[in-house]
């Protein structure tokens, strides 16, 4: 929410030209000091707001290029993210080592590798012709995909979907998605930044509720123990 929020305040603090020049004065000072607020975060903001499905049209970005570029960006990330997560897999799998498996009742196997060849030649004689002058140009499965290509049709998916209602929740949203693989495993790492350090700061805040003068020998343990079920008891 954070992007969509300092679009608003921006256009908050446009001057207007029926107000008192001390408050035209006040806003200009304020929109300066708000500008030099999360420099460099910018682009991880926007694609944090591009992966929340209630602001996922970026209707607070004026200029479509900018949309545009926002999730190109978003792209790469899952694509970078995919291969990543990939290349893990491979690497516990071969850590494994190779493992035997019996053969699937429909797959090849030396046992089963002579009656198919000894079925073939009870073919009919149309469906060989038919297998003799079109075996080179048709071909019966589907040529793979880049991940790349998987990831380009994931945006225009997402992109295509109907925004989730302001009150929607949004990881029963992304856990829905699946077909979505690659954004919803971006979406995870992204939606659970914290926006604000007030938490993290209510919990010193509490730490000074239960530890006080008359609680000043209470145990290190028990005092990370209430902490905790203060804020998660609910």
Not at 30 to 46: C, I, M, S, V, W
Not at 76 to 88: F, G
Request: aromatic share 8%; glycine share 2%.
């Amino acid at each position: 929410m954070v992007a969509p929020v300092q679009a608003k305040l921006r256009k908050h603090f446009k001057p207007l030209n029926d107000e008192l020049h001390i408050i035209t004065e006040m806003k200009i000072k304020f929109l300066e000091d708000f500008n030099k607020r999360y420099q460099g975060l910018q682009d991880t903001l926007h694609v944090a707001s591009a992966l929340d499905p209630r602001f996922k049209m970026l209707s607070f970005i004026d200029d479509d290029r900018t949309r545009d570029q926002i999730y190109l960006d978003t792209l790469s990330e899952a694509l970078t993210l995919h291969e990543k997560q990939t290349t893990e897999a491979r690497q516990k799998e071969s850590e494994k080592g190779p493992t035997q498996r019996n053969p699937s009742p429909g797959e090849d196997n030396p046992q089963n590798i002579d009656k198919k060849t000894a079925d073939d030649g009870h073919l009919p004689k149309k469906m060989k012709a038919l297998d003799q002058m079109f075996s080179d140009i048709v071909e019966t499965s589907a040529p793979l995909r880049s991940y790349r290509e998987l990831a380009k049709d994931e945006v225009w998916k997402y992109r295509n979907r109907d925004a989730l209602p302001l009150d929607g929740n949004v990881f029963h949203w992304w856990r829905d998605q699946l077909d979505l693989p690659m954004l919803s495993s971006l979406a995870k790492i992204y939606l659970c930044i914290p926006a604000t350090s007030v938490p993290s700061e209510r919990v010193f805040s509490t730490a000074g509720d239960i530890v006080t003068a008359q609680r000043s020998l209470i145990k290190e343990e028990h005092v990370d123990q209430l902490i905790f079920l203060k804020k998660n008891l609910k």
